[in-house]
């Protein structure tokens, strides 16, 4: 895998695919570029792919000790793009990497020439919610990330996938046990602390899809249909038999979605 020293860290990227237009794909949390393989194997035509691990994840350096902030990451996403001499790109974000989206909106506005947001959510995390994460951090710190993957890898997938597609269910697994504890402490700090998007929604003018997993019970679809409705002009799909990875449990779907939204794009 490439990487590059960017803002005092390293970024390692996975590419596919060769043409003037780019689509940068971020990762969930706590998965890394990997998660992005069926896409890569199969760019659509005139289009570079670039899925990057942000840091901790994958091949790119630790993650910083005090937290794995959005903010940081869009502009760590941002520094790739210029080290790679790419002007603007399409960002598609699926739930972690859609809150890195939506910080390099706020920051970064005149790279992005559409968006794409995959089983992800505008609202911060509630007071509990934030509470829950930052008590899971202390947990993964002191004893690893075991149990936390062990209770997460079932949310992330459909039932039609867990129980039809055990491939896909032990891929996803290893990819989860990939992640290191520091990684998973400093981006659960980095979750919690991330702000409301939601203010943004109505300002966004570019081109925007958001897709859905049917089953996604982290980020559920009609919560994703109120956001699509909230963002001018948006498209709005739904991947049927898909939890929170529709990019993974149903690769097929999920890609003739993209690949339409994509050739739409100006
Ligand atoms: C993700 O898939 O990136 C996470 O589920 C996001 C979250 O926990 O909010």
């Given at each position: 895998m490439p990487a590059a020293e960017l803002n005092g860290g390293s970024i390692a990227w996975r590419e596919a695919g060769e043409g003037d237009r780019v689509l940068l794909l971020l990762h969930a949390f706590p998965l890394?570029?990997?998660?992005?393989t069926a896409q890569l194997e199969t760019p659509p035509p005139d289009w570079r792919l670039i899925a990057p691990d942000f840091r901790?994840?994958?091949?790119?350096?630790?993650?910083p000790a005090d937290g794995l902030t959005m903010d940081g990451a869009a502009d760590d996403m941002a520094a790739l793009l210029a080290h790679l001499e790419v002007p603007t790109a399409v960002v598609c974000g699926l739930s972690m990497g859609g809150y890195v989206a939506f910080a390099m909106l706020r920051r970064?506005?005149?790279?992005?020439?559409g968006l794409v947001l995959c089983d992800t959510r505008a609202e911060p995390d509630t007071a509990e919610t934030r509470a829950g994460r930052l008590e899971k951090a202390a947990g993964v710190r002191q004893s690893g990330t075991g149990a936390f993957i062990s209770e997460m890898l079932p949310s992330l997938l459909s039932p039609f996938t867990l129980k039809n597609r055990p491939a896909v269910v032990s891929s996803v697994g290893v990819q989860l046990a990939e992640a290191s504890a520091g990684a998973v402490s400093a981006a659960l700090h980095g979750l919690a602390a991330r702000p409301d998007s939601t203010p943004l929604l109505r300002s966004i003018t570019v081109p925007t899809q958001v897709i859905a997993g049917a089953?996604?019970?982290?980020?559920?679809a009609g919560e994703a249909r109120m956001m699509a409705r909230a963002i001018p002009g948006a498209r709005f799909d739904i991947v049927e038999d898909?939890?929170?990875?529709p990019n993974i449990e149903q690769p097929a779907d999920f890609g003739v979605v993209l690949k339409a939204f994509l050739a739409g794009v100006p």
């Open positions: 890394s570029s990997a998660m992005w901790g994840f994958g091949g790119s350096g630790p993650a970064h506005a005149r790279l992005l020439r089953d996604d019970r982290i980020t559920p898909a939890g929170h990875l």
